[in-house]
């Protein structure tokens, strides 16, 4: 079996080093990473400029690039063979509710999809002292599970682990993707030469209380595998009884 | 009714003027678009610098930053009014099928969306010599049936208009999105210092011939109109009748 592992905090991070050695039990590993952090980047692709790729150790390569380019990379011949699986993460902080459409962990999981591979996201919902044991276990639990079974085409797995260590874990639960509140919030700010700048925040105001969500069930301490595909059509607006109408020409 | 313009070509493109042309006698227009182009910047968003405004002309502005930026930066505050509707476009060049997840023209649509405005995108299906008259006239007459009807929560259109000129355009349908497909192609080169680099690039081969898909209605000539949602989330895998099982932990 042949894995290529991807990120989009970095190809130092310990979240990437991490789901590495979950996944070596099951088979070859390759990574492929961005050289430095590019979250929220979602699924942007460089084609303005060249893209340099450096070796970080056996097996192991950082692009100057976004998680996209790095998976597009690895499966136009930057490694020699084609992996069985895509796994993108450990991400560290969440990607819960519409919060994935900003992030490069899943859309490292997606470019793998769109190729024509499983994939799975992984993600640890945690903002400091990062203990990654649990969802590495379960990253390897779920890969091995993925790779006996497939997933159908077109969907990967996006998953979600609590902070929590193993034992205070109550399972897993599989969820769709949930809502989450934000205050919109821009900083603005004058630099040192008088000029205005903007820097774009937003407080977390929590998540919508829906039941099945993936942002609910990572708050009652299940990790959450979300099933996702990459048709954003609104199948319920096609089927509408009274349809959208408009003369033109 | 305050209408906010933006796109990913940026602020010079003839495509975001036109556009801005045609919906000036549906209302107010204030545009705010990158400074430079942004294309296939999907819905990347700038957290790890702050961003710079600088005035284009009257109620327009320009923002050293990704389509999303823009979108974020206009409702929170950078223009003087909340705006009714967000058109985004005209793109020049296709937004079809699962390229849009790619799309910095549909992410500025899926950005006022996730903030609770009715959104559209529009795109030009042309790679030369652009003519947005159509284009244009359609965004102006699907806006205003817009800001007339609304638009379901969370739901917004992809618009792809084909590069024929009005009187030769059959009209417009709903579509869903279709799949592309693509050679992925990477060129590896050797630079002037000896160094390797590589560059993205991808064949297009045309796309699955799957009735009523955007990539269908225009090659017949037809307007797409795509309702999208942002719910990522694989329903029918979550409904099926032998769901994934993984004992755990």
């Known amino acids: 079996m042949i894995i290529l592992v991807s990120n989009d905090d970095g190809i130092d991070s310990e979240g990437l080093v991490a ?12 990574t492929v990473a961005p050289d430095r952090v590019q979250n929220s980047m979602s699924h942007a692709l460089t084609l303005h400029r060249p893209l340099r790729v450096h070796e970080a150790g056996p097996r192991r390569l950082a692009v100057d690039g976004t998680p996209t380019d790095c998976v597009k990379l690895a499966l136009s011949g930057l490694i020699p063979v084609r992996p069985d699986l895509v796994v993108s993460g450990i991400n560290k902080g969440p990607n819960l509710g519409d919060d994935i459409i900003y992030s490069g962990t899943v859309s490292a999981a997606i470019e793998g999809t769109l190729l024509g591979i499983p994939s799975i996201a992984v993600s640890l919902v945690s903002f400091r002292d990062f203990v990654f044991e649990a969802a590495a276990e379960f990253a390897a639990a779920l890969a091995a599970r993925v790779m006996e079974k497939g997933l159908p085409k077109g969907t990967l797995l996006n998953v979600n682990v609590p902070p929590e260590p193993k034992r205070e874990m109550k399972g897993w639960k599989l969820t769709r993707m949930g809502k989450r509140h934000y205050k919109e919030e821009v900083v603005e700010r004058v630099d040192p030469r008088g000029r205005k700048y903007y820097w774009i925040g937003g407080d977390d105001l929590g998540y919508a209380e829906e039941d099945g969500t993936d942002c609910v069930a990572v708050h009652e301490g299940y990790i959450s595998v979300t099933p996702l595909h990459v048709d954003l059509t609104n199948h319920r607006f096609l089927s509408e009884v009274t349809p959208f109408t408009l003369r033109w020409p």
């Open 19 to 30: 789901l590495e050695e979950a996944l070596k039990n099951l088979g070859e590993v390759h």
